[in-house]
């Protein structure tokens, strides 16, 4: 008994042990900039929702800010498209593009329009960031941070004003793009 035992574990320990080993077709690449990798996921995500909550506003609430003291959700995204081309600029240490001036007080249009259009900047600009240079001090309103801190700032940036977006979206009485269910995919057959 112990031997067909014994024989047993012989032939099936070493097949089974093989099987939980991780092909090298099978594991996952290990990025040599996890960090630039990372901030552009997060770059894509953010990206994502913060253009689905001003397409989500309608253009009659734009001037709606909670208290006075508090930016009109418009100054949000104008903001943001303000805040894009400085930060992804200095990240990527490219020229931000001349562009029009915005403000808060435009329309729905225009500022959804130039949301995107800095998004897309950021896209551009990061698209070969890597992670050689991440000590490098830069020059990001009046501080000299290094370039992993900028990035780091930057996706808190993001983060504040999509949080502050869906709070004003909510307090409208509609749901933040994060917050609506899935969408079903129709079966295949």
């Known amino acids: 008994m112990h ?6 574990a012989g032939v099936i320990l ?75 600029g200095v990240i990527a240490g490219a020229a931000k593009p001349t562009r029009t001036k915005v403000s808060g007080t435009d329309a729905k249009d225009v500022l959804v329009v130039r949301l995107k259009e800095t998004f897309q900047f950021c896209f551009d600009v990061t698209s070969k960031l890597d992670d050689s240079n991440l000590g490098e001090t830069l020059s990001v309103f009046g501080m000299s941070p290094s370039r992993a801190m900028t990035i780091l700032i930057t996706s808190d940036d993001w983060g504040d004003h999509y949080s502050q977006s869906a709070i004003y979206l909510r307090l409208n009485g509609l749901l933040p793009p994060t917050a609506k269910p899935p969408t079903p995919t129709p079966a295949t057959k």
């Not at 031997?3 to 047993?8: D, F, G, I, P, S």
């Not at 309608?58 to 303000?82: C, E, I, N, R, W």
């Open 3 to 8: 031997v067909r035992l014994a024989l047993l």
């Open 14 to 88: 070493p097949a089974f042990v093989a099987g939980q080993q991780p092909t090298q077709a099978s594991s996952p690449a290990v990025s040599t900039a996890p960090v630039a990798d990372a901030f552009r996921m997060e770059l894509q995500r953010q990206a994502k929702n913060l253009i689905a909550a001003a397409e989500i506003m309608p253009a009659d609430k734009y001037s709606y800010k909670p208290t006075p003291a508090q930016m009109s959700f418009g100054d949000v995204v104008a903001h943001l498209s303000g805040g894009n081309d400085n930060l992804c």
